[in-house]
């Protein structure tokens, strides 16, 4: 008899497994974006100080930190599946609060609920997404996050011009009801990660899980990898402490950190400025915006075709290259023809093309892909959620700290500094951060313990596409 599973245990497609699993992305994009339309028109219905105002920006930022220090012990508690449905709930009252506030102060509480959705899927997704996917296609899965994420912000996008005649700013919130719905909805469809199973006992149900796709390897030969790789240690907060595990989990913070300090937050804040000083009005600022999107989205779609491709560490390499080029590019053009000039505002919109492409198609996604693949699993939660912390924790000063380089430097050494963070970033990468394309997660984990994950030369060709490797099981 053999083991193979029939084909009624093989009835959900990988593509809807991946699709709804990083549902929770557009949600994250979606309630990132929209507020900026929603600033311009809440003011039609109660009065919004000025710190008020900031406070309903920001507000999720807070939420986001607190859902992501939460996720560190529910992630595993309640298993990754669980959790998203919890997050859509989460989404669900959020959206509800802040659609129908009455107050700024009862929409900053719905901002913040919407930030503690925000702060699970940011640290549950990537986790989800990287356990169920084979390595041969683990870096174009979870760059899904970044493209539902990017997706996400387009269509809040979209939804604030639509809208932006009536100023019809609660309905702009509200569509978010829509995919939170379809998130809710879709867990029921969904298997549990076969990693946090098996760390369970649960090996039938991790069995059956693996059945159900016809895209990885067979179920026996996954879970025994599974296995050895959670012998090796049980994971806990003290665990990070561990040699072979502050490394990695080091390593994790350093990507995301340096992520958002290439600029990206400040390009957002800034292009409006640029638009105004060249003579844009409102409603063509917000198509620019849309253009803006568009251009993310389109970019990654890349990553999602080539993330398997290339080593991870050449594609983050490039990204801090062009990232930085283009803020060196804006800072120069600053510096020679001023701020608010004609020329500056042509020049910073090709280089926030260019910086937007350049980031939605590297650091965007493949930062991820490696945080997810380089923590072992015993810490793989707590790490991710410490991780994200540092995310949002680092949105925070760059967004703080933007406007004080402005005025005390002028935007041409805002931008310079932006510029040095990706020379620093490259620096780094080269140095510290190993390579982790073609390798399973237990693979690599195994490598990290003794020490070889850093075999770049070893994992790519000479044109810095993945070469063929034999999988394994590591050794113990």
Same mark, same amino acid.
């Given at each position: ?82 959790? %998203? ?22 929409? !900053? %509480? ?206 983050? !390499? ?159």
């Amino acid at each position: 008899m053999h083991s193979t599973p029939s084909r009624s245990a093989r009835q959900i497609p990988p593509w809807f497994i991946y699709l709804f699993g990083a549902l929770g992305a557009i949600l994250w994009g979606y309630d990132t974006g929209v507020v900026s339309g929603v600033l311009l028109y809440i003011k039609n219905d109660f009065p919004v100080t000025a710190t008020e105002s900031g406070l309903i920006t920001s507000s999720f930022t807070i939420g986001a930190i607190i859902g992501a220090v939460s996720s560190a012990l529910l992630v595993d508690r309640l298993g990754r599946r669980r959790l %998203l449905q919890v997050a859509a709930i989460v989404f669900l009252v959020g959206t509800l609060l802040a659609a129908t506030a009455g107050s700024a102060a009862v929409l !900053i %509480l719905g901002r913040s609920v919407l930030g503690l959705g925000i702060g699970f899927v940011s640290v549950n997704i990537p986790i989800y997404l990287s356990e169920l996917s084979p390595a041969g296609t683990r870096g174009r899965v979870v760059s899904l996050v970044q493209f539902m994420n990017a997706f996400g912000i387009l269509l809040s996008y979209i939804a604030n011009f639509a809208l932006s005649a009536s100023g019809a700013w609660r309905i702009m919130l509200a569509l978010a009801v829509i995919p939170a719905v379809l998130l809710f909805v879709g867990v029921f469809l969904l298997p549990e990660s076969p990693r946090w199973l098996v760390a369970r006992g649960r090996l039938e149900e991790a069995a059956a899980g693996l059945a159900r796709r016809d895209d990885g390897p067979d179920p026996a030969h996954t879970i025994a990898e599974i296995q050895l790789g959670l012998a090796a240690s049980h994971g806990s907060w003290r665990t990070l402490l561990a040699p072979w595990a502050r490394r990695p989990a080091l390593i994790a913070i350093l990507l995301t950190v340096l992520a958002q300090f290439l600029g990206i937050n400040a390009i957002t804040y800034y292009s409006p400025t640029v638009l105004t000083a060249i003579g844009f009005s409102e409603s063509a600022s917000l198509i620019t915006t849309i253009g803006f999107g568009s251009i993310a989205v389109s970019a990654t779609l890349w990553a999602l075709r080539y993330a398997d491709s290339f080593s991870r560490r050449r594609i983050l !390499i490039g990204g801090a290259a062009i990232t930085g080029s283009a803020m060196l590019l804006c800072a120069i053009a600053t510096w020679s023809f001023g701020l608010t000039s004609v020329v500056t505002g042509t020049v910073a919109i090709i280089c926030f093309s260019v910086f937007k492409a350049g980031y939605a198609s590297t650091w965007a996604p493949v930062s991820r892909v490696v945080q997810t693949e380089i923590l072992p699993i015993s810490i793989r939660g707590t790490a991710m959620s410490i991780s994200e912390v540092a995310n949002f924790a680092s949105i925070f000063v760059v967004t703080l700290l933007f406007p004080i380089l402005l005025q005390a430097g002028g935007a041409g050494f805002a931008f310079l500094t932006f510029t040095t963070v990706g020379a620093i970033a490259i620096a780094l990468l080269l140095i510290v951060v190993p390579e982790t394309s073609g390798r399973s997660l237990e693979e690599i984990e195994a490598q990290i313990r003794r020490g070889t994950a850093d075999s770049l030369p070893e994992a790519t060709q000479s044109d810095g596409t993945i070469a063929p490797r034999h999988s394994h099981a590591p050794h113990s």
